[in-house]
């Protein structure tokens, strides 16, 4: 399985941006797919997953009501629409997917790993 995640950028304080992931492989679609985010300086942190069919969503207290997590299975792609976005939510953004059922929320529990997408909040 590939992820590549496209959409990040510079946006001001207060601002919207939405992030894709796409997948590709056999049975991509199949997989619970979740957001985590990495900060310079910290340790990679959950934001948001979905479960294969989206019914199912997970989030991070951090980002509730403000960002949503959702999936297109007919495009075999991820996103992550952020709004009323911080400057604590600058990071390197990963989509990733899981092998296991459900909405896993630790990053030991996705096999797949995108390459990343910068996003930076200024104030």
């Known amino acids: 399985v590939q992820l590549v995640e496209s959409g990040g950028g510079l946006v001001q304080a207060g601002g919207s941006l939405r992030l894709s992931c796409a997948a590709s492989g056999p049975t991509s679609s199949r997989y619970p797919m979740c957001w985590f985010r990495q900060a310079p300086g910290k340790e990679r942190e959950f934001v948001a997953a979905?479960?294969?069919?989206?019914?199912?969503?997970n989030y991070a207290d951090s980002v509730k009501g403000r960002f949503t997590c959702s999936r297109d299975n007919n495009k075999n792609t991820v996103y992550l629409q952020m709004n009323s976005l911080k400057p604590e939510d600058t990071a390197v953004y990963y989509c990733?997917?899981?092998?296991?059922?459900?909405?896993?929320?630790?990053?030991?529990?996705?096999?797949?790993w995108g390459q990343g997408s910068q996003v930076t909040v200024s104030s």
């Open positions: 979905t479960s294969w069919n989206g019914r199912s969503t």
């Open positions: 990733a997917a899981s092998l296991r059922s459900g909405v896993p929320g630790e990053a030991y529990e996705y096999a797949y």
